[in-house]
């Protein structure tokens, strides 16, 4: 479900790794549980469910990316997002205008 190019697959990589973070299950639940209470849920969607597959095995690479790039997609709506579920600061990125 990740459709990638090298060229984001490489910054998207990086990003993870910048961070150095462990994922936490519950903390994806909370974020979760907020979000669909909310927001509307249709807006969401992607996000939701790479979240979700990314609690049945959170140090897996690719869940990782696959929440990256559901965030990157929402535009406007990342800062509701983070508003909502702050610990998905984790995946936002470092480099936000794509710089490097």
């Known amino acids: 479900m990740v ?3 090298d060229n984001n697959s490489s910054k ?8 150095g973070q462990p994922i936490d299950i519950a903390d994806i ?6 979000l669909k209470t909310y927001l509307d849920v249709q ?3 992607l996000l ?3 979240l979700e597959t990314l609690k049945s095995e959170p140090q897996n690479e690719a869940y990782q990316i696959q929440v990256i790039n ?11 997002v983070l508003t909502y579920a702050p610990y998905l600061n984790v ?3 470092d480099d936000p205008f794509g710089d490097h």
Do not use: R, W, Y
């Open 48 to 50: 939701l469910s790479a």
């Open 70 to 80: 559901a965030f990157d997609e929402l535009g406007t709506l990342q800062g509701a």
């Open 3 to 5: 459709h990638e190019t």
């Open 43 to 45: 807006d969401i969607s």
């Open 29 to 34: 639940d909370i974020a979760l549980k907020m």
């Open 91 to 93: 995946f936002v990125s």
């Open 12 to 19: 998207t990589t990086a990003k993870i790794k910048n961070k």
